[in-house]
């Protein structure tokens, strides 16, 4: 055991099944989330020339890493996934070396911040894949750059060759994106404890501090310049510097609040939710095993992989005697690490919180949590068993907490399946220029902007060019602001990155799909607020926009999503539903009875009552009256609050030639469900 943990070497891997215990294990399950749909569509239409256009708005220097990484990775989910973990795990190993640099006699402080910061549970978005290897990209180059630098100063490497490097790499970084603009600011304080171990007197070491730190104060200050004064973004507004300027008293104190809360949320609730197990009634039994067994994994091998590495230098004297003075610096350095780390959220008037989506701001905050945490355990705890153990402790739950976060996007990918497989069978072809309403379908990890790709993609699979056909519109975001209202024959035009969508609210086709339901198309006839009781009201205002002419029915190749994604899932209720429901549309009662008898046969039934109503109508229209009273006395049992869509029903089921039997069934259910008129028109 001795010679297998006895090198220093040992500690990338180390690091790297860290990460593999913690992002890795359902990776095979894992798909694309959020705006990954929408670059990887880019890439598909535009191809990587395109993304100077696409990111010409908010960060033109990113599209540099979009325009490479993509055509190099393709479009497989899983390679993605792999990259994302890779990129994590590189910058996680910067951050080591880093902190290596910065304090060559506390190697072991260095390792375990090193693994608490692999297993960070603030961020909890690992798995937007193509977003976040992007971002992993720059956070490791922000973390060489640091490391250029200091291994400069110790005169370890040449210095100018590595200056020239860390500059750009520095330069890289900011241009990039704002997120780790914050932790720049802390380059003069590594600088000036470095040379502060040569002894110089207080004079000329700030003196050489300053000239050290020059060069990148010019590359810090001209991107400050660049970004505040000559670049707009049109997603990201500078709104402090006017906020100074109006009411600068006002600005300041809320800075500090804003500062401090930051403060709370990176470096203490951040942790505190892993104590916090999935209960076992709200997942699978499977994947409750899987996170106690990650859990477990993972505090056996960092227990033993702490306790038997040797790392140099070997525990000193004033290690072991006083790891306070060691300990108070590295709490100073988390300190102002989660202070200045919040700074580029503060300026753009972002909320930085642990819910989703926000909590990806806290990837600013990971090196000082860690090093807060780190540093607070030598100031308070004796000995290095017991800070292996709390360390072990903490890395185990966060690394189960990640599991836990994987599995709702596992979830949430076979979600979004069912999804665009309920969508094809409900609408094999939609007309091009077509303008898609809901109010919110019920996914956490993906918007109507992200999910207008895919949709996209699936309706016009061979689309180049601008000007795109669809797009998807959540009428609780886009009402009254990218969508000017919901009233008819009202022109839409929207943006979408370097993309057009052009429409007419009265060209739109209303969905609604509820948590556990079927997807619904929405009309004024047979589906509406009526037949769903609780429908959200943003939804009402798009029910009667929605033109079901814009389905194209019988087309000549059906539309589905992309096979290498989505193969086709088993054929359950859903399916049923959507078949029988676009029967309906065509006026074939006849395919929509068959396909309600053959879901009933196989004992299929629906997740809410809000299903029934359809299949009620398509037996009542056949004259299978049995059926339909059948499925009438349970729809209303199971939700009372249907009972006005089902009178509605039964009165168009009236309207058509009835024999006695079917006068005597339209009666019977009309007086089961309390209908105020149960009578039967003479036909």
């Not at 400069?152 to 060759?161: E, G, H, N, S, V």
């Not at 709490?331 to 919040?342: K, N, R, S």
């Not at 999804?419 to 996914?443: A, D, V, Y």
Request: charged share 15%; proline share 7%; glycine share 4%.
């Amino acid at each position: 055991m001795k010679k297998i943990f006895s090198s220093e070497r040992l500690v990338p891997v180390a690091l790297f099944i860290v990460c593999v215990i913690s992002y890795g294990i359902l990776i095979p399950s894992l798909g694309f989330y959020w705006d990954d749909w929408v670059y990887i569509w880019f890439a598909k239409t535009l191809g990587s020339s395109g993304f100077v256009d696409v990111f010409s708005h908010d960060r033109p220097f990113l599209a540099l890493l979009y325009s490479i990484n993509l055509p190099l990775l393709g479009t497989n989910p899983i390679v993605w996934q792999i990259a994302a973990l890779i990129w994590r795990w590189l910058a996680t190993l910067s951050f080591w070396t880093c902190l290596r640099l910065l304090w060559p006699s506390r190697p072991r402080q260095a390792l375990w911040a090193s693994i608490m910061f692999a297993v960070y549970p603030g961020f909890s978005q690992q798995w937007i894949s193509v977003i976040y290897s992007e971002a992993f990209i720059i956070l490791a180059a922000f973390f060489a750059s640091l490391n250029l630098m200091m291994a400069a100063l110790r005169k370890r490497i040449p210095f100018w060759p590595a200056t020239i490097i860390a500059l750009a790499l520095s330069g890289f970084n900011l241009f990039s994106t704002e997120y780790f603009f914050g932790l720049e600011l802390l380059r003069p304080l590594l600088i000036w404890w470095i040379i502060g171990e040569s002894g110089l007197p207080l004079i000329p070491r700030i003196k050489r501090s300053v000239i050290n730190w020059l060069p990148y104060m010019v590359v810090l200050a001209g991107f400050s310049i660049w970004r505040a004064f000559f670049f707009q973004s049109n997603t990201y507004q500078i709104s402090a510097i006017e906020s100074l300027a109006s009411t600068p008293h006002t600005t300041i104190i809320d800075l500090l609040k804003t500062l401090g809360s930051n403060f709370v949320v990176g470096g203490w609730l951040a942790w505190n939710q892993i104590f916090s197990p999935p209960n076992a009634l709200e997942l699978q039994i499977l994947t409750t095993r899987l996170y106690w067994l990650a859990v477990l994994a993972m505090f056996i091998f960092t227990f033993i992989f702490l306790t038997k590495v040797r790392l140099l230098p070997a525990e000193s004297n004033e290690e072991m005697i006083e790891p306070q003075k060691w300990g108070w610096q590295a709490v100073l350095l988390g300190v102002l690490a989660l202070l200045v780390g919040g700074i580029p959220f503060w300026i753009a008037n972002l909320p930085l919180t642990l819910v989703f989506p926000w909590n990806r701001f806290t990837l600013a905050l990971m090196p000082g949590s860690v090093l807060l945490l780190i540093g607070l355990f030598e100031v308070l705890i004796r000995t290095s068993r017991q800070k292996i153990i709390l360390t072990g402790i903490l890395v185990s739950l966060a690394a189960g907490w990640q599991f836990y976060n994987a599995n709702t996007f596992r979830r949430e990918w076979e979600a979004s399946r069912d999804f665009f497989w309920q969508l094809s069978w409900r609408i094999p072809g939609l007309k091009p220029n077509t303008l898609l309403l809901t109010h919110e379908f019920p996914f956490k990890y993906y918007s109507d902007n992200s999910l207008t790709a895919p949709i996209n993609w699936m309706y016009a699979p061979e689309f180049k060019g601008r000007e795109m056909p669809y797009m998807l519109n959540y009428l609780s975001v886009r009402l009254k602001n990218s969508l000017p209202s919901a009233r008819p024959d009202t022109p839409v035009e929207q943006t979408y990155r370097a993309l057009t969508f052009k429409g007419n609210t009265s060209d739109s086709v209303a969905l609604y799909l509820d948590s556990g339901g079927c997807l619904k198309v929405m009309d004024s006839l047979y589906t509406t607020a009526e037949t769903i009781p609780g429908l959200p009201y943003k939804m009402e205002p798009a029910i009667p926009l929605s033109n079901l002419s814009r389905i194209e029915t019988n087309p000549d190749t059906p539309a589905v999503p992309a096979p290498q994604y989505f193969p086709e899932p088993p054929h359950g209720w859903c399916y049923y539903y959507q078949k029988a429901d676009l029967a309906r549309q065509m006026g074939n009662w006849e395919e929509a009875a068959r396909l309600g008898t053959e879901a009933l046969e196989k004992k299929l039934l629906p997740a809410t009552p809000s299903d029934w109503p359809l299949f009620i109508e398509v037996f009542g229209r056949v004259n299978n009256w049995n059926r339909a009273a059948e499925l009438t006395e349970n729809a209303y049992a199971t939700n009372p609050a249907i009972q006005p869509a089902l009178c509605k029903i039964w009165d168009r089921i009236a309207e058509q030639p009835l024999d006695d039997e079917g006068k005597a069934s339209v009666k019977y259910a009309k007086s089961y469900i309390k209908c105020i008129d149960t009578g039967v028109k003479e036909n």
